[in-house]
């Protein structure tokens, strides 16, 4: 399994949501469609520089941010509706998000997300993947885009971004 496949590092931090978050964090989290969630306005992520550009070529319908309690585990999945996301690790302790492929009827090949480097990352939300939390409050920022999965696919949006020169 190729790691560019399942996920690709953003060469950007966030510069203007980062400046809210302790704001968001103690207002409005809760259950929104099965997640602890805050949803983030638009007119602070249409600040954010790599989101606005984003977003002139693939529309963004809404961000927001994702909590997740201390050892709690997000089971094996693909995702509903979405095809491509962008996550940004705002805060944790001790947790792992890791992309699978199946090797044999137990066994899976498995890559972990290094959201270590503060980094926007593009992810693919088709490809099965887990997260697993231990001590420590976590918290995402993750987004929506307006095409969902039959529409907008990871390849899309990777080999744009990869021609504008988006990633590290
Ligand atoms: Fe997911």
Do not use: A
């Amino acid at each position: 399994m190729k790691s560019e496949e399942c996920f690709s590092e953003f060469n950007f931090e966030s510069s203007i949501i980062k400046n809210f978050v302790e704001m968001f964090k103690k207002t409005d989290i809760r259950m929104r469609e099965g997640f602890k969630t805050h949803p983030i306005d638009k007119k602070y992520w249409d600040k954010e520089p790599l989101l606005s550009k984003i977003n002139q070529q693939f529309q963004i319908q809404k961000c927001g941010i994702i909590y997740m309690e201390p050892y709690t585990c997000y089971d094996w999945h693909t995702d509903v509706d979405r095809g491509v996301c962008i996550n940004w690790l705002i805060e944790h302790k001790n947790s792992f998000t890791v992309f699978g492929k199946n090797k044999d009827d137990l066994n899976l090949d498995v890559i972990r997300v290094p959201y270590e480097s503060n980094r926007f990352f593009l992810f693919n939300n088709q490809i099965p993947h887990s997260v697993t939390n231990f001590e420590g409050n976590r918290y995402l920022f993750t987004l929506v885009f307006d095409r969902k999965k039959d529409d907008l696919s990871y390849e899309e949006v990777y080999t744009w971004c990869k021609s504008e020169g988006l990633f590290v």
